[in-house]
């Protein structure tokens, strides 16, 4: 079946750079999705990508694809303790009666010391 | 500001009590969404709707139920609470191309 797989943790210090990586299984989706989610908080949605591009960029934040390994990135410039976060990727489901389903990896628990 | 509400934020209730958790949107997306959240940040699906009248079971088991009579609202039901339904429950709705969007969660203790 389905699945997205990202590792559970990393440590970053304030200023440097956060690459946060995501597998993917299924090379029919659309859209790929991270979403952020702060202590007590529900998820957020940080970006996205259409799965026709490669990269794309909002200020701090660039995600790139990979599609041929199925691999995914996100990558934060000048990493804050503001971001300290727990960060979600996810792929769009596209089985059966399912589709607009998301599937969601584990969670990567970013932590940022000063 | 939230276009998706959950209510209540927090709730410590006793064993076998009845409970409703409450998620409502307002943005007319016809799919919505309940999670379970592990302490241990897993995310699990446990109900789906794609629109009025229309309830699924997610991937992950659960004892409670849902009913979505209107579009705007997707309330959570556990008959009678156990100290195993101890979670983060989190709401959410979707649409294409911007995936979804979550509610801020109802952190459920049962002792």
């Known amino acids: 079946g389905e699945d997205v797989e990202q590792s559970l943790f990393l440590s970053v210090r304030e200023g440097d750079s956060s690459v946060i990586n995501c597998t993917y299984t299924?090379?029919?989706?659309?859209?790929l999705y991270w979403y952020k989610q702060e202590p007590g908080a529900g998820l957020q949605l940080l970006t996205y990508?259409?799965?026709?591009?490669d990269m794309k960029q909002d200020q701090r934040l660039t995600v790139l694809l990979n599609k041929k390994d199925k691999h995914l990135s996100l990558r934060i410039a000048d990493t804050q303790t503001g971001d300290s976060a727990i960060y979600f990727c996810?792929?769009?489901?596209?089985?059966?009666?399912?589709?607009?389903?998301?599937?969601f990896g584990k969670g990567t628990k970013l932590s940022v010391k000063p | 500001e939230a276009d998706i509400y959950q209510t209540p934020r927090y709730l410590v209730i006793g064993t076998g009590k009845k409970i409703t958790l409450e998620c409502s949107q307002t943005?007319?997306?016809?799919?919505m969404y309940w999670y379970q959240q592990d302490p241990g940040m897993e995310l699990h699906l446990i109900h789906y709707?794609?629109?009025?009248?229309?309830?699924e079971k997610g991937d992950l088991s659960s004892e409670s139920t849902v009913s979505r009579i209107r579009t705007e609202h997707f309330p959570l039901t556990l008959e009678s609470a156990r100290p195993s339904h101890t979670s983060q429950y989190l709401c959410?709705?979707?649409?294409?191309?911007?995936?979804?969007?979550f509610g801020s969660g109802t952190r459920l203790t049962v002792v």
């Open positions: 996810a792929e769009t489901a596209n089985y059966g009666g399912s589709q607009g389903n998301l599937i």
């Open positions: 299924d090379s029919s989706s659309t859209y």
């Open positions: 990508i259409f799965s026709n591009m």
């Open positions: 943005m007319g997306h016809d799919k």
């Open positions: 709707s794609y629109g009025v009248n229309s309830t």
């Open positions: 959410a709705s979707w649409r294409q191309g911007s995936g979804y969007t």
